[in-house]
């Protein structure tokens, strides 16, 4: 008897709106022995069933099937790091098919996106924009208040790939870092980045902090925020544990406890809207509890025109695409090919969601 015959992976790619033709070349290319079906969603329009059947990998950003159509599939990738948006669905809920997130790929451009708002804050570019429009050489709009980053406490909230690109960022600009998480770090091992990294980015061994923080009641946060900080950067999860995680007693410690008397500590959120109390937010920077807040996430999205967040003092807003660049879905299917490699030497996944913890 022989050997029995090979079966190919059949690849399911399900983009929205319409995949550019050089990314479905470059899919094609990149799984050259599988099969490749690339379906592009029309939005609330369902994935017919038939489309899901044969699948046994999906890639898809929202599209799931339902648990009937589902039973070919080995692997479900997401192309978003975090799936607080799919957490209801029974795929989710009632079946064990692994899962795995692009976590890993969002570091620099959102590293890139926080050090932007930073320095269009603290060098005023704002004022540059507007007098140039006017074609006005005003030099004394730029006197009051002018800083660098120089020396200043970055507590990063969250350390994953994302804080850990900031970080990286915020260490070559002579700022100190403060990292933030969920669980003790004691260890170089337990300070290693396990998940997937873009290359020759992030802090893989951990070593760019210069403390430690952890735990998930919010005194511990509160403990954290009161260690000085200039700038606060929230990249956690969403999580019944971090809904409305800071609020107004938060800012008000981060505030209390800064060290640099010039400007009051910076906000930057590119996590989930709803881990700040919104209005709080509004209260502290509308009264001086801060400095400023850089926001790619709001409560809810789209923010309302008439919402009061719009016009709080010196607030940035941008509407949830710090991540966005050509290279995001190219990058998101380097983890998909990596785990098709896995899958096949019958090794863990990197980057698996692990149902029950929420990420």
């Known amino acids: 008897m022989g050997d029995a015959p090979f079966s190919p992976e059949h690849v399911l790619v399900i983009f929205y709106p319409t995949m550019p033709e050089e990314l479905t070349e470059m899919i094609r290319h990149k799984y050259p022995d599988a099969e490749v079906t690339i379906y592009h969603s029309q939005g609330d329009a369902p994935v017919p069933p038939k489309v899901y059947q044969r699948a046994t990998i999906l890639a898809t950003f929202s599209d799931l099937p339902d648990l009937v159509d589902s039973k070919n599939l080995k692997l479900i990738h997401t192309f978003s790091a975090g799936v607080d948006h799919l957490l209801q669905h029974p795929i989710l809920q009632e079946s064990d098919i692994p899962i ?26 704002v004022n540059s924009y507007e007098s140039q429009k006017s074609h006005l050489w005003d030099k004394a709009a730029y006197k009051a208040g002018i800083h660098d980053q120089v020396g200043k406490k ?50 893989p061994d951990g070593s760019i902090p210069a403390s430690w923080y952890h735990g998930t009641d919010r005194e511990s946060i509160r403990s954290f925020l009161a260690t000085g900080l ?49 209005k ?36 940035q807003i941008s509407p949830h695409v710090s991540s966005l660049g050509v290279e995001y ?18 090794e863990p996944l990197i980057n698996s969601y692990i149902r029950g913890k929420g990420y």
């Open 100 to 125: 795995t997130t692009s976590s890993g790929i969002h570091g620099p451009p959102i590293a890139e996106w926080t050090v932007m708002n930073w320095l269009v804050s603290s060098r005023k570019y």
């Open 154 to 203: 970055v507590g990063i909230l969250g350390y994953g790939s994302i804080g850990r690109q900031i970080a990286c960022v915020s260490h070559a600009l002579g700022m100190t870092v403060h990292a933030y998480t969920a669980t003790p770090r004691p260890t170089p091992e337990s300070r290693r980045d396990s998940g997937y990294i873009v290359p020759g980015t992030g802090d």
């Open 230 to 278: 200039d700038h606060l950067v929230v990249s956690l999860p969403l999580t019944p544990q971090t809904t409305h995680l800071l609020g107004g007693e938060e800012f008000a410690i981060l505030s209390n406890h800064s060290h640099h008397h010039s400007s009051k500590p910076y906000v930057t959120n590119i996590s989930r809207g709803k881990v700040i109390d919104q």
């Open 280 to 315: 709080a937010l509004v209260h502290a920077l509308n009264s001086g509890v801060l400095g400023g807040a850089a926001l790619d996430v709001t409560d809810p999205e789209p923010l309302p025109k008439d919402d009061p967040l719009w016009e709080a003092s010196n607030v």
């Open 329 to 346: 879905s190219p990058r998101s299917l380097d983890i998909l090919e990596v785990n098709l490699g896995r899958i096949a030497r019958g």
